[in-house]
């Protein structure tokens, strides 16, 4: 059988799939304003360094148009190019929205890479006010521009999103109770809103969390056999503790038989 491979999914050259996001479309286009207004600044301020210089006779006007000519390049070939390859793929505005440009198999981009970028770029940004980048980038998967697509890049994140909370234990006291209580599989919509409730108690109004705890330790009660005497909210919070742990230990020990059978099979054929 043949694994499903997603469109937008990142490979390694051994076809292994890494666990990798894209960085979104909003926050290219972001990044890649904020690099191109530090061109511009750039370059703006060798115009007017130029002009003043040509100005004072410093310059006649044919080494005017050389240095011109230099200053395009460096603004928008090398400078990219050695910022790219001395950060790994990270210019300043890839710092600021939390990316970073790699290879299509998930492996640090280098001098070739950023080359080919910067040399596109001058199509894609410069020639065509971003026209070409931004339309590229809003019809591929990992909206990559035609820099990247040549290049065989993309900007991937960085800044990975915020792990949430741990999971509240048993509550203490209830240990001996939770070893023999019975304590039924619950209906979805009652299992979520208690888990949600156990998650987020300690931030709810005194009152609306003693009124939600009382609703749902009725509800959970036709579920749990003994019912121990303890308040509404500890009830609450044992019931999700210990439906917690029997799920995941009957996860382990199916993920074990599975890993049984496989191994007894491979044994077989062998």
Do not use: N
Request: some cysteine; charged content about 20%; overall charge neutral.
């Amino acid at each position: 059988m043949l694994a499903q491979i997603r469109q937008d999914e990142v490979l390694t050259g051994e076809a292994v799939a890494l666990d990798v996001q894209p960085l979104g479309y909003f926050l290219r286009v972001v990044g890649a304003l904020i690099d191109l207004i530090v061109a511009v600044a750039l370059f703006v301020g060798a115009a007017l360094l130029l002009g003043a210089l040509a100005g004072q006779g410093a310059l006649a006007p044919a080494q005017v148009q050389i240095a011109v000519i230099v200053t395009i390049v460096m603004v928008a070939v090398v400078l990219p190019t050695v910022v790219e390859t001395a950060s790994r793929g990270r210019s300043l505005g890839k710092l600021v929205v939390g990316g970073r440009i790699v290879r299509a198999d998930g492996g640090a981009s280098g001098f070739r890479q950023a080359l080919i970028r910067a040399l596109v770029g001058v199509l894609e940004i410069y020639l065509t006010v971003c026209a070409v980048a931004l339309l590229v980038g809003a019809f591929t998967p990992r909206s990559q521009r035609l820099g990247d697509l040549v290049a065989g890049t993309y900007s991937e994140r960085t800044r990975a999103p915020r792990l949430p909370d741990p999971a509240p234990g048993l509550p203490p006291g209830l240990e001996e109770w939770a070893a023999v209580a019975d304590v039924a599989r619950l209906p979805d919509r009652l299992a979520r809103r208690i888990s949600q409730f156990a998650h987020s108690a300690a931030a709810m109004d005194p009152g609306a969390r003693a009124r939600l705890a009382d609703s749902l330790a009725a509800e959970a009660t036709a579920f749990v056999a003994p019912v121990p005497a303890v308040s509404p909210e500890t009830l609450v919070r044992a019931v999700a503790a210990v439906r917690r742990d029997r799920e995941y230990d009957a996860l382990v020990l199916q993920d074990q038989r599975v890993a049984d059978l496989t191994a007894g099979l491979a044994g077989g054929r062998a």
